[in-house]
């Protein structure tokens, strides 16, 4: 059983990004899964951690990617 904790992130980027943002987020550590998607929201993130921490630092660096504009972490249990 894993003990890592995971983590989904949904991302509202600047029109016509999202596929540069996908590529930059894929060489985050923790970046498991990177997707654009259709709706309120243009690209969803899987982000696997040791622990919080961990967790924490890859959501940081996810955040200051230009053309980012919001985003909305989901800590799954």
């Given at each position: 059983?894993?003990?890592?904790?995971?983590?989904?992130?949904?991302?509202?980027?600047?029109?016509?990004?999202?596929?540069?943002?996908?590529?930059?987020?894929k060489k985050?550590?923790?970046?498991?899964?990177?997707?654009?998607?259709?709706?309120?929201?243009?690209?969803?993130?899987?982000?696997?951690?040791?622990?919080?921490?961990?967790?924490?630092?890859?959501?940081?660096?996810?955040?200051?990617i230009s053309?980012?504009?919001?985003?909305?972490?989901?800590?799954?249990?």
């Open positions: 059983m894993s003990s890592q904790v995971v983590a989904y992130v949904l991302l509202v980027t600047e029109v016509g990004k999202e596929y540069e943002i996908i590529q930059e987020l985050i550590k923790g970046v498991t899964e990177a997707k654009a998607v259709y709706g309120e929201f243009d690209i969803i993130t899987r982000i696997e951690g040791m622990d919080l921490k961990s967790l924490d630092e890859s959501v940081t660096k996810l955040r200051r053309s980012v504009i919001r985003t909305v972490t989901l800590i799954s249990s």
